[in-house]
T-cell receptor, first 115, second 112 residues
Framework: EPEVTQTPSHQVTQMGQEVILRCVPISNHLYFYWYRQILGQKVEFLVSFYNNEISEKSEIFDDQFSVERPDGSNFTLKIRSTKLEDSAMYFC?????????????FGPGTRLTVT | AQSVSQHNHHVILSEAASLELGCNYSYGGTVNLFWYVQYPGQHLQLLLK??????LVKGIKGFEAEFIKSKFSFNLRKPSVQWSDTAEYFC??????????FGQGTELSVKP
């Protein structure tokens, strides 16, 4: 069964450093998402992406964050200058359609630790 | 703004006990409702979903959920839990825009 993959599984970085989290969505999917879960808190929506553009972003997704689909398979989340409060589990998801009536398939997550 | 509330943070049951996890959402328009499960060390997986039609939906592994529009609820049920159901359960809602709004999750521990 096709699945969403994410790399790395765990990333440790120092405050102020840039990180890139990578995702490979399911190949025929067209809509891509990033979510994050700070330890002990809810899974929160960050951004959705379709047709090489951001469709929607949350208040969390400020100028420090960016997303890109650099080629036909990868979908990346970049944090330009990490802060301690960026420590969280980051999940990528993909789906065939974007109208809400489609199942989102999640990757295993990347645990980001900012020290 | 949309929000989802799950009533129980941690539920502990013995095997064969019945399960009901509460979920309420706030949104006035058309919604799509989901329950996701995260087994220890694994990624989020879809248990079941409601888009329209019969408000009683059946999912994988014997789970079901009932959409009650008047109560803005979408409670998850299973008549007899197993040790392998130990996991964290998330209720979520989307509108037509596609982003998922999650509840805070309920950790279910099933004692053998």
């Amino acid at each position: 069964e096709p699945e969403v993959t994410q790399t790395p599984s765990h990333q440790v970085t120092q405050m102020g450093q840039e990180v890139i989290l990578r995702c490979v969505p399911i190949s025929n999917h067209l809509y891509f998402y990033w979510y994050r879960q700070i330890l002990g808190q809810k899974v929160e929506f960050l951004v959705s992406f379709y047709n090489n553009e951001i469709s929607e972003k949350s208040e969390i997704f400020d100028d420090q964050f960016s997303v890109e689909r650099p080629d036909g398979s990868n979908f990346t989340l970049k944090i330009r200058s990490t802060k301690l409060e960026d420590s969280a589990m980051y999940f990528c998801a993909s789906t065939e359609g974007g109208q809400g009536a489609y199942e989102q398939y999640f990757g295993p997550g990347t645990r980001l630790t900012v020290t | 703004a949309q929000s989802v509330s799950q009533h129980n943070h941690h539920v502990i049951l013995s095997e064969a006990a019945s399960l009901e996890l509460g979920c309420n959402y706030s949104y006035g328009g058309t919604v799509n409702l989901f329950w996701y499960v995260q087994y220890p060390g694994q990624h989020l997986q879809l248990l079941l979903k409601y888009f329209s039609g019969d408000p009683l939906v059946k999912g994988i592994k014997g789970f079901e959920a009932e959409f009650i529009k008047s109560k803005f609820s979408f409670n998850l049920r299973k008549p007899s839990v197993q040790w392998s159901d130990t996991a964290e359960y998330f209720c979520a809602v989307t509108n037509q825009g596609g982003k998922l709004i999650f509840g805070q999750g309920t950790e279910l521990s099933v004692k053998p």
